[in-house]
């Protein structure tokens, strides 16, 4: 059996960028920047009122009751060339720009208007209430490195400095399909005898998209050797290509079959509990997952080999999940041969230190208590058991949310 580590490093050691391509910021969430941002602009551009109030010379507030003449109105979207002069004020708006003269905005809260004049209630520091041209991003500011992916916010702060369209690297088109002839699609009616629901490839579709990928679907392979080799000829005109099932030791283990005597195909036993047997290679030009069949095992699998791959395709700097130190719940008993994925609830983060306990059945059918889990503790190779207390290794998936709809014990 291989380590994980030296099956992961020897996975990632065959994937390469895809190259790189422009996108409008409307689509650039999830993906990955091909070059450093340096700001072409200052953000904000000018600087302006933070609060609603009165644009006035600090000095004139440094005492409570100064009484200013009120010489204009600034709107945010205008600009003045009115310069306010000592014993002067101009009412100013949340983000106009600061007029000439003034230096210092009086929140309208601490003030009260007299006829043309507003009185100022309160002592005020200078530049109180001013944000500063570039106080949020100075122009010529290195803003965000090559190998980040984009979340939100980083699409957020591209628009501000003006950046609408910005360099990434291309998404792999993915190729995926189930392999079995028990399986039955999800929303079919009824279910024959024998029969299965197809779960691998609604889930896989979901964890491509996750994965910021491009899917492309090729549906339910019945473990026919000449249907499979054809869908895989079709599937290798994709980036990648993701299969579940047929690659352990049973007899009709198609994908093995077909597969087996090709010699840029591996097949493993990786050192890892569930998803032991994995396939990695090409098929033509397309990288190559057989992932195994059982739904935990094709999770687990895809996590540790296809997720990080498919991440460093895209040129993504982070491509493993972080993982934080928790204290387990209870004693977990696991096979000292392997490295264990159990799928665990993680309590008590609201206080730390963080605790996990099992989130339901640990078979590798069993995919409801890993939609109950926040994440993966792993139980290290040479371990075969983890006390009540004992420090363990969490890779989280998610953070805990709600839990109502079902209780994972
Ligand atoms: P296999 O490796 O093909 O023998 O599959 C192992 C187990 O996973 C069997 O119990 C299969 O029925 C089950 N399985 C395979 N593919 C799927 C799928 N797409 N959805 C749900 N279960 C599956
Ligand atoms: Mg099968």
Do not use: C
């Not at 941002?37 to 953000?43: D, K, L, N, Y």
């Not at 501000?160 to 792999?172: D, E, L, N, Q, W």
């Not at 079995?180 to 579709?205: Q, V």
């Not at 397309?286 to 040129?315: H, I, T």
Request: charge should be negative; hydrophobic fraction near 45%.
């Amino acid at each position: 059996m291989k380590p994980l580590e030296e099956a992961r490093s020897e996975v990632l050691s065959s994937v390469g960028l895809l190259g790189v391509e422009h996108v409008p910021i409307w689509q650039a969430h999830g993906r990955v920047l091909a070059a450093d941002v340096v700001a072409p602009e200052s953000v904000p551009p000018f600087a302006n009122s933070a609060m609603d109030g009165f644009a006035v010379r600090g000095a004139d507030v440094s005492a409570a009751g100064a009484v200013l003449e009120v010489i204009g109105d600034l709107p945010a979207g205008s600009s003045s060339h009115t310069e306010v002069g000592t014993g002067e004020a101009i009412k100013i708006m949340t983000g106009a720009p600061m007029p000439p003269g003034a230096d210092t905005v009086v929140r309208v809260e601490d003030t009260a208007m007299e006829g043309s004049k507003v009185i100022i209630s309160s002592a005020v520091e200078r530049g109180t209430s001013v944000r500063p041209a570039g106080g949020d991003v100075p122009e010529g500011h290195l803003v965000f490195t090559v190998g980040t992916r984009l979340t939100p916010m980083h699409v957020g702060v591209l628009a501000t400095i003006g950046i609408g369209m910005p360099a990434v690297f291309k998404r792999p088109r993915v190729a995926f399909m189930s392999t079995g002839d028990e399986l039955t699609p999800p929303d079919a009616e009824g279910l024959e005898p024998g029969a299965i629901r197809d779960s691998n490839r609604p889930m896989l579709l979901a964890l491509l998209e996750d994965a910021g990928v491009e899917p492309v679907d090729l549906g339910i392979i019945p473990d026919d050797p000449d249907v499979l080799r054809d869908a895989l000829a079709r599937a290798a005109e994709a980036d990648v290509v993701v299969s579940t099932g047929g690659v352990s030791m049973g007899d009709y283990d198609v994908t093995k079959m077909v597969l087996k005597g090709d010699a840029h195909v591996d097949f493993w036993q990786v050192a890892i509990q569930p998803a032991k047997p994995f396939a990695f290679g090409h098929i033509g030009d397309a990288l190559f997952f057989g992932l195994p069949g059982n739904p935990v095992s094709v999770l687990v699998s895809f996590e540790q080999f296809a997720r990080p791959s498919l991440l460093k395709m895209q040129g993504a700097r982070h491509v493993l999940r972080p993982q934080l130190v928790a204290s387990a719940g209870e004693t977990f008993a696991t096979d000292p041969e392997k490295t264990v994925f159990v799928r665990v609830l993680v309590e008590g983060l609201e206080a730390g230190p963080p605790i996990v306990v099992k989130s339901g059945g640990q078979a590798s059918n069993v995919l409801s208590a890993a939609a109950a889990a926040d994440g993966f503790a792993l139980v290290p190779r040479g371990t075969a058991t983890i006390e009540r207390g004992d420090p363990l290794m969490v890779e989280m998936f998610k953070w805990p949310e709600s839990r109502e709809w079902i209780d994972g014990r």
